[in-house]
């Protein structure tokens, strides 16, 4: 069946192709066109391929029934259930069939080794994103560039988080985080406890405390009214997965995910434009050191890539700290003797007295909110149990050989960071929420050198990458413990809070993930219920 997948494969990808470059035309007939030779392709495979012979040093292939839908659907319906599974049967490196592609699953320390550091020239990340981030983005950023020049940019970005603009920004988060928090209880009486729809109101609350502190105030403010808040969700919008495999398609989202590209890129240009008038050249924001950066070459990023930069800057942590702080809010619900010592260390770090009353607790610093390593481990182990991306390709671009295997040219390649959070020897009891487990350890750390050493380079080989490793480990990782930190150290002060309970069953509702979407949400219902807490004169 590789010959009928791979030609299917390749007429629809031509098809779309064709699709994408007449898109400006009649959409009706365009469609109509589109669907008649996705039809004709399905029937000229299906009656004319012939099988293809397995390649002996080709990892195992897992057995499919269907030409190019293959395992599909098992993995959409849950990832990480289908890759242990998998792994179960056939070892840490299999291959899967999903939409016509061939997708080489490389699990364990060794795989991740090999994922993360494998070379350029065999394997990409611009091969497996270009499709879903350039649209969403922009040209002359991330995966729409040579990746030398792509490691230049996020340098330029990594070098605007100094620690000056990290201390700047805790005072800025914390200010967010009371006044979104308060706001929920408005309208509330005393001490009555409300329902919140938790995965919201975290989205809510990371776009302002990011968009505040990396953007600068003039995006802040277009939020307040709305300018920026619709444009923002239609480009979240393009990242639905499906749009890994297809850049374009004559659907309303994509019209909208187009149409704000270009909108929020001409707003981004009129805040440089407007900057440079005003010889405004101070803030500590990113987008000031995106106006400063060069390339070695000496040459600067056009405004154009400037404004893309910045969009997905916006876009590519969002998602992944709501997430996170939603299920550290969701896993500590159920442990309060765990928010007791968050607590507990709150008041040993800030007043020296371990039961000194939340409300008197003095304003979080950064170097304070360095101090807070128990809140750091309950970061970790929520990452552990809940990694944001389950998922992470590459594009094979030369045949590859990886253990005893020779993984094909066309093939992607897989890491998949859940699967080795779960890893009963590495983690005892793995699906159990236990953050003492990771006292007194490094692994996972928000830092990009621990005693002295770089470890962007020399991490990957382990079963605890939340943040990723290598040459495209996340550069938000420190933003992204300084941000969750302070929102839950925050909330756990002022508010009490529990599981929701369904109605009709009477127990308690602790979400599932979503796996609808390219990051593992809680899917609803995810409700949490809060309450004010009484303050003792």
């Not at 397995?54 to 990480?80: C, H, Q, R, W």
């Not at 997430?323 to 765990?338: C, D, G, K």
């Not at 008041?347 to 750091?376: C, F, I, N, W, Y």
Request: neutral net charge.
């Amino acid at each position: 069946m590789g010959l009928i997948d791979a030609a299917l494969s390749d007429a629809i990808n031509a098809i779309l192709a064709w699709a994408d470059a007449n898109k400006g035309n009649n959409l009706p007939a365009l469609a109509a066109s589109a669907a008649a030779l996705v039809v004709a392709a399905v029937f000229w495979t299906w009656f004319s391929s012939a099988s293809a012979t397995s390649d002996a040093a080709a990892p195992p292939m897992v057995k499919y029934s269907i030409p190019f839908l293959g395992n599909t659907i098992e993995y959409g319906i849950d990832p990480v259930k289908f890759m242990i599974k998998c792994q179960k049967i056939y070892g840490d490196t299999y291959t899967f069939l999903m939409l016509g592609r061939k997708m080489t699953v490389c699990l364990g320390a060794d795989g991740n080794n090999f994922m993360f550091n494998v070379k350029i020239k065999d394997a990409s990340a611009e091969g497996a994103y270009e499709t879903l981030t350039v649209p969403v983005f922009g040209r002359e950023v991330v995966y729409d560039v040579p990746n030398p020049i792509f490691m230049e940019q996020k340098k330029f970005v990594k070098d605007s988080l100094s620690t000056a603009a990290f201390k700047a920004y805790v005072p800025i988060i914390s200010g967010e985080v009371k006044g979104y928090l308060s706001s929920l209880f408005d309208n509330v009486k005393g001490d009555q406890e409300i329902e919140i729809e938790t995965f919201m109101a975290m989205s809510e609350l990371t776009i302002r405390t990011a968009s505040h502190c990396l953007m600068g105030k003039e995006i802040r403010d277009g939020f307040n009214t709305g300018k920026v808040t619709k444009l923002y969700h239609d480009l979240d919008a393009g990242f639905a997965p499906i749009n890994v495999f297809f850049r374009w398609l004559p659907l309303p989202s994509y019209f909208a995910r187009d149409n704000a590209n270009r909108e929020m890129t001409n707003f981004f240009k009129s805040i440089i434009k407007k900057r440079r008038a005003n010889n405004e050249t101070e803030t500590l924001d990113v987008l000031n050191g995106l106006m400063k950066a060069e390339y070695k070459d000496g040459s600067r990023p056009s405004d154009d890539a400037i404004s893309h930069l910045m969009i997905a800057l916006l876009l590519g942590g969002q998602h992944t700290s709501s997430t996170t702080s939603s299920w550290m809010l969701f896993e500590l619900a159920r442990r309060p003797e765990v928010i007791a010592d968050l607590l507990k260390e709150q008041s040993m770090v800030l007043t020296g007295k371990p039961d000194t009353p939340a409300h008197l607790l003095p304003e979080l610093t950064l170097e304070s909110l360095k101090q807070l390593t128990l809140m750091d481990c309950v970061m970790k182990e929520t990452l552990r149990l809940h990694a944001p991306i389950h998922t992470i390709m590459r594009l094979v671009e030369n045949d590859v050989r990886h253990k005893d295997f020779v993984i094909p040219k066309g093939h992607f390649i897989c890491a998949a960071p859940q699967v080795s959070h779960l890893n009963e020897t590495r983690f005892p009891m793995a699906e159990r929420f236990d953050p003492v487990r990771h006292v007194g350890s490094d692994e996972g750390s928000g830092e990009w050198t621990i005693n002295g050493v770089d470890i962007a380079q020399k991490s990957a080989k382990s079963l605890f990458l939340p943040f990723g490793a290598g040459r495209h480990r996340c550069i938000g990782e420190q933003f992204a413990f300084i941000q969750n930190k302070t929102i839950i150290a925050l909330f756990i002060r002022e508010f009490s809070h529990r599981l929701s309970v369904d109605a009709k069953t009477g127990k308690e509702v602790f979400p599932v993930p979503d796996y609808t979407s390219l990051i593992a949400v809680p899917k609803a219902p995810r409700n949490l219920m809060v309450k004010r807490k009484s303050v003792v004169a």
